[in-house]
């Protein structure tokens, strides 16, 4: 660009672009005078006016859980004193099954060998011990392991609460009732598996929930062990009336094993509509743990499956489940 001084009318050849624009004077090379600089510029745009903010859409928490029911919440307690009957396979499908169906469902583990969080894939850091003691707030000790399922998981730790539960002069039967009871209003359901034998936990489930789930597998040992299970219930119910046994579960069915179908005929002209459809024997049922997968996910097309199908129909009341 070539600008003239007004003074002695030198030209001076310039590079308009390196002029600052706040620079509105200049000085003559031959002359020294000063003299105004009149440059024409292009309008600077205005400045960017601040943009809002982007509004961050925060993910509901439980993005994958149907809304809570406005039934009373039912407690259903997994128990049998003889082990090996397929309580806490029935435990998780049970509750995998009516999560299934759209209920909230808390799964609740006071077995010490804590394998209901096996099966379901989960690696909790706390549980039911931790609850009860304050050790952790009851949305750390609560782990979402499916849609609408939630699991407070058992495990070695358990050990400790029963100790803490021998050590109260009184009350001690009530020790998870109290723990449990104010967190069941978020749940359609709360299912409890229970550990084999007769401790102070296995007590302590039978002073929290109503409803009985007792799977019996078809064997001469399981019918016995069912016998002195009954026994004990009515120890307990002299002290709280509001349990009572609602389903007897047969489990291990196998078709080949006539003896089987002898048991099954007994239990059912004795007990009536308490006994559900037995679960019939199915090596899906054994591998689905392996995989940290509920039947219905592992093999939803096996035995094991439709069974397990039959008995969250039978539970909820609802026939047309899964249709």
């Known amino acids: 660009m070539i600008i003239t001084c007004p003074h002695c009318k030198k030209e001076h050849n310039i590079d308009e672009k390196r002029i600052p624009p706040n620079v509105k004077m200049a000085r003559c090379q031959g002359c020294g005078q000063q003299f105004p600089l009149d440059i024409p510029r292009e309008e600077t745009p205005p400045p960017p006016q ?9 993910p509901d928490p439980n993005p994958d859980s149907a809304p809570r029911s406005d039934q009373e919440t039912r407690r259903i307690g997994v ?5 090996g009957v397929g309580k806490t396979t029935t435990s998780v499908n049970l509750a995998a099954g009516l999560a299934l169906a759209g209920k909230r469902v808390l799964l609740v583990d006071t077995d010490t060998q804590g394998q209901s969080s096996f099966m379901l894939g989960v690696k909790p850091k706390g549980g039911l011990t931790e609850l009860v003691t304050g050790e952790l707030p009851p949305e750390e000790a609560i782990v979402q392991a499916r849609k609408n399922l939630w699991i407070l ?38 299912v409890v598996d229970t550990s084999p034998g007769w401790d102070p936990l296995t007590v ?24 002195e299970f009954l026994k004990s219930i009515a120890s307990i119910q002299k002290f709280r009336k509001e349990v009572e046994l609602r389903y007897i579960l047969p489990t291990f069915r196998d078709m080949r094993v006539k003896r089987g179908s002898e048991f099954l005929e007994e239990i ?5 509509e308490k006994v559900c459809a037995p679960i019939r024997y199915n090596v899906r049922l054994s591998e689905a743990p392996a995989y940290g997968q509920t039947i219905f996910e592992f093999a939803p097309g096996s035995n094991g499956a439709q069974d397990y199908r039959d008995l969250v129909r039978k539970v909820t009341g609802e026939p047309d489940l899964f249709t």
Do not use: W
């Open 50 to 58: 601040p943009q809002p903010a982007p509004v961050e859409m925060v």
């Open 79 to 83: 128990s049998l004193s003889k082990g």
């Open 153 to 190: 998981a058992g495990g070695k730790s358990l050990a400790g609460l029963k100790r803490l539960i021998d050590r109260k002069d009184y009350g001690g039967e009530l020790t998870i009732a109290q723990a449990l009871t104010p967190l069941e209003k978020d749940y359609d359901y709360v």
């Open 204 to 227: 302590n489930v039978l002073f929290y929930v109503n409803e009985l789930m007792t799977p019996v597998s078809l064997e001469v040992m399981s019918i016995q062990g069912f016998g």
């Open 268 to 272: 059912e002209k004795i007990y009536g």
